[in-house]
């Protein structure tokens, strides 16, 4: 997956001038930062060298999985329309990007982020959307007081930077200002999992219903050291390549999700949770099922349109 014209444009207009070996410099740090999920309480992107590192280095990657996420909720609930988004913790708008993607009759969004550089790199890119937005400082430890509703509310690679006692006080703010549809995106990692897993049991406690990724609502089957994650495959730009000094022309981002609503799914179809194994005549996969077990099943050549069906199946996708 590559960025939409219109962003890749708007963020090489934005870099333009600054020299890539600053942009070099500010990539190593901030990624040292999000590996060792530092929580020292300075922000990750605290000025405006970082946020051109960011847009250089991570929004591509965190672009894909958001974009991912949220096509697959999209394909839960075929009826769902939202007209505006609350995104908390909206960096440079990768939500924003990703949700006007997924529904062109988006209208509005309200975009929270405590990164002043953030606000200022996300207000420029947003520029080349027709969209209301109204960006907003707030702090998600004060509780986002004075935020309205929406209908589609995103929560993207943020829990990993809050201390454990303020997740679930967002969590059930956030729920609370949900009038559809809420979804949360973490690193792929055993710990962003984790995270994943203690939002999903609180919000299928206060009456949520999962769309994605888990086609039921019984415990999760899978258990440690594996771990329910997802990948997708990103095109490095020259630019892209250069910051993070890789030569490789791609990169797969991992991330762990969750998607709720206060309406149910259209369906409740298995979940592929790794890469399909292929052989001559058959198709060997690993599914999340909707009776809440897991189940590695052999599909061969005999079964006919399921056959077709495993052939074509990627990791995440719903069978």
């Known amino acids: ?42 922000l990750h992107v605290g000025d405006a060298l970082a946020a051109k590192a960011y847009l250089a280095t991570r929004l591509p990657a965190t672009f894909a999985a958001v974009r991912q996420c949220l096509s697959e909720t ?110 949360i995106v973490e690193p792929g990692t055993p710990a962003g999992w984790q995270r994943i897993l203690a939002a999903r049991d609180r919000l299928t406690a206060l009456g949520g219903h999962i769309l994605a990724p888990c086609p039921h609502h019984a415990p999760c089957p899978v258990k440690a050291p594996d771990w329910c994650h997802f990948s997708r495959r990103v095109a490095r730009s020259r630019l892209h390549r250069t910051a993070k000094g890789g030569e490789v022309p791609w990169e797969d981002e991992k991330f762990s999700y969750l998607a709720v609503s206060r309406h149910a799914p259209d369906d409740r179809p298995d979940r592929v949770l790794a890469p399909p194994k292929t052989a001559s005549g058959m198709v060997r996969l690993k599914l999340c099922t909707s009776d809440g077990a897991l189940d590695e099943r052999l599909v061969t050549r005999r079964e006919g349109r399921t056959f077709k069906a495993a052939r074509k199946a990627d990791w995440g996708d719903a069978l």
């Open 1 to 42: 997956m590559e960025l939409p014209a219109p962003l890749r444009q708007a963020v090489d207009a934005f870099l333009e001038g600054t020299p890539l070996s600053e942009i070099q410099g500010a990539a190593q740090r901030l990624s040292k930062r999000y590996r060792a999920e530092t929580r020292d309480g300075s």
């Open 74 to 183: 999209a394909a839960r609930r075929e009826d769902f329309a939202p007209s505006r988004l609350l995104d908390v913790g909206a960096g440079p708008g990768t939500a924003l990007w990703a949700a006007r993607a997924e529904w062109p009759e988006l209208g509005a969004a309200t975009l929270v982020e405590t990164s002043r550089a953030m606000r200022d790199a996300g207000a420029k890119l947003a520029e080349a959307l027709s969209i209301d937005t109204d960006w907003q400082a707030a702090s998600v430890e004060d509780g986002l007081a004075d935020i309205a509703p929406a209908d589609l509310v995103t929560l993207c690679y943020v829990l990993d930077e809050l201390a454990p006692a303020a997740r679930n006080a967002l969590i059930d703010r956030l729920w609370a200002l949900t009038a559809d549809t809420l979804v």
